[in-house]
């Protein structure tokens, strides 16, 4: 019996989510009894035996052509297929976007209990209960799963990355890959270098600096911290930034390290998508705006004096010029 960790890659390079449900995936196998194993798709170029680091001891790699798109039909298929083989207890998918179109097909599939946004180790004492976020990060469930197969995708960012010794062993599979029902006629890059959901550290901007010409200072500030760009609903809406950089509910949902938010009032609506930041710096001059509620750290005064201030204080502590 197995807990199956769905592995991700983009790139070639396997997703840092992918660390953190591996780490997972392998401490639910040692508190189940049960073996870590992985499923990649595709042929990314990182090492794969070096993820066994994380505690996953075997990995199916199945590499076919058909699977270098992205497609949740095929790639449900072929999880499933998987799944029988390795006679999987649970299966593991990271709370990101493929993980959330993948993991509700497979359950179907397999006829397994889904919990959706785990944000801790099952309960296995007494049954097999779940710790998960609700009403958008603002309360848990617990929720119990009493099927034989349980799949449940992991919440980004809330299980830390473990490494220790180990090699894990993979294996070449040949189960059936059906074809795609789609044709990807093109695919155009959004001009973010660094992936929202995947970035450590965030800055975003708000209505607060008035016009996107003042940008330049949020992203040499990102530039320098090696952050991703983010920015809040009625600035994509108004065209100033593009819309993949809109995070809130209606946006992007994200969980980085450290979020810094400039000029921006801390919405309901855009806190239920970044509140899960480990660490949530506010610049606003409105002592009594709601994000300050929020913030770990809360500088209150202008954008326009606070953010070349902290551009300089962080080219101080790298040493640049
Ligand atoms: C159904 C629905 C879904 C929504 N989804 C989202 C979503 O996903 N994401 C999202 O962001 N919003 C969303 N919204 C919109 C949300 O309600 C807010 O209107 C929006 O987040 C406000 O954006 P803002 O903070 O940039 O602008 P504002 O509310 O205009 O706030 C600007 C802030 O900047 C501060 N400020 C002004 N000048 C300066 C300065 N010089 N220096 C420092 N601070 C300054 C002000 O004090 C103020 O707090 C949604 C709304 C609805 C109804």
């Given at each position: 019996m197995s807990v199956l960790i769905f592995i991700e890659h983009t790139e070639g390079e396997i997703k840092k989510a992918s660390h953190e449900a591996i780490t997972y995936g392998a401490k639910l196998a040692e508190q189940t009894g049960d073996i870590a194993e992985g499923i990649v798709l595709g042929s990314p170029?990182?090492?794969?035996?070096?993820?066994?680091?994380?505690?996953?001891k075997k990995i199916y790699q199945v590499q076919n052509d058909i699977l270098h798109q992205f497609d949740s039909q095929v790639y449900t298929k072929v999880i499933a297929q998987i799944a029988e083989e390795s006679g999987a207890k649970a299966i593991i998918f990271s709370n990101n976007p493929a993980g959330k179109s993948l993991a509700p097909r497979v359950a179907v599939r397999l006829k397994a209990g889904l919990v959706s946004g785990a944000t801790a180790l099952p309960d296995?004492?007494?049954g097999f209960e779940v710790r998960k976020n609700v009403f958008s990060g603002k309360a848990f469930a617990h929720v119990s799963v009493p099927t034989d197969i349980k799949v449940i995708t992991l919440n980004v960012n809330s299980f830390t990355v473990e490494e220790n010794e180990g090699v894990a062993e993979v294996v070449q599979s040949s189960v059936d890959v059906p074809a795609s029902k789609?044709?990807?006629i093109n695919t155009t890059k959004t001009s973010?270098?660094?992936a929202l959901t995947e970035a450590d550290t965030v800055v975003s901007a708000g209505r607060?600096?008035?016009?996107?010409?003042?940008?330049k200072m949020v992203e040499e500030l990102a530039q320098l911290l090696g952050a991703g760009l983010a920015c809040s609903r009625p600035v994509a809406d108004a065209h100033w930034?593009?819309?993949?950089e809109h995070v809130g509910q209606t946006g992007v949902a994200i969980a980085p390290n450290l979020y810094i938010a400039i000029?921006?009032?801390?919405?309901i609506q855009h806190l239920a998508g970044v509140?899960?930041?480990k660490v949530i710096v506010v610049v606003n001059k409105?002592?009594?705006?709601?994000?300050f509620k929020a913030a770990d750290y809360g500088i209150v005064g202008d954008a326009f004096e606070i953010v070349p201030k902290m551009i300089e204080a962080v080219k101080k502590v790298k040493g640049v010029v």
């Open positions: 170029t990182d090492d794969l035996p070096s993820l066994g680091k994380f505690g996953v296995t004492t007494k789609l044709k990807v973010a270098s660094i607060g600096l008035k016009g996107p010409e003042n940008w930034r593009p819309h993949n000029g921006i009032s801390g919405a509140n899960r930041s409105d002592p009594e705006a709601p994000f």
